[in-house]
């Protein structure tokens, strides 16, 4: 029988933070392995808290540590007797909502190298194209040799095929792009057994191709249709690259060591789940690049207005940022302590 009820409070209350602690830690990290000594502790901590919450329930006048309590044990009764698996959607949305966008930040110093260098080669294709119109049948694949033509040409072209737009070749389209996109990225992330080198060419390259394509539209008066052409697919696309570019530094990373003293598999052992992560990341976003590229990017004026595929970019530009920035940072919401 409790005589004295904030006395009470203030001598268990350390004891119900740490167990508010401790399951806080589990449900961010389900799948980590716990160790003898924490089980025993969180059993212990659990018992004690289903007491007092006994104790407490006596005090009809207490309903705030009355409710506190109750969640707090109820919490901790689930971790204890749950030994169903989760549901698979269940484990992929955690997964999409947390362990991406904090792998992916964990190593963002990566990513910001990705970037950097991707920004410098597209600096140069610019310039080239600027500075000598020619460059651009020297720089440019063959696989992307619709690019060299007249872009006003291709623009009144594009903007003159109104039918048959939605013929059985989108869809192969869009499965030939996602395929060379994934490619691009893998090897991306393979390049990084090269101690980095190889990314870097790579990426180097792509800014290249880009800041090339971009400047030569942006010359021939055509920067509407670059941005109604580019923004819906390439604000999701160039990320996923450099993403991939990003895993295939952290690869590098581990494998240089940095004068670090553990074993070179101790140090791949450990970042290879980070870089299955952010490549399967990489993946999934080039899906939805390839999907957007194939039935939406390809449509242009008269029939989709250029105002609504660049607000579409800017709003997935948007949403793409807060995710990889934020997600995974929210606590889900719970009784506030008790004040002693």
Known sequence: MIIDLPRFVAAEQPFWTELDALLTRIERDPHRAQTLAELQRFHYLYERAAADLAQVRTFSAEPETRRYLEHLVARAYGELHEARPKAVHLRLWAWLGGTLPVTFRRH??????????????????????AFDPEAKAALVPG????????????????????ENLLAGHKTTFSAQLMQNNIRVSFIALALGMTWGVGTLIILFYNGVILGLVAADYVLAGQTKFLLGWLLPHGVIEIPAILVGAQAGFVLA???????????????LRAVAPDLVTLIAGTALLLVWAGLVEAFFSQ??????????????????LLGLIWYLTSAGQSKTARPAPPAC
Do not use: C, M
Request: aromatic letters at 10%.
């Open 143 to 162: 696989q992307f040799g619709h690019l060299l033509g007249d872009p006003a040409r291709r623009v009144a072209r594009e903007e003159a095929q109104t």
């Open 299 to 316: 449509y242009h004026e008269p029939l989709l207005p250029y105002a609504v595929k660049i607000a579409f970019g800017l709003i997935e």
């Open 253 to 267: 990373n581990a494998i240089i060591g940095w004068g670090r003293r553990v074993p070179l598999a101790d140090r």
């Open 108 to 129: 963002v110093r990566a990513f910001w190298l990705s970037l950097a260098v991707t920004l410098a080669g597209a600096a140069l294709g610019g310039w080239a194209v």
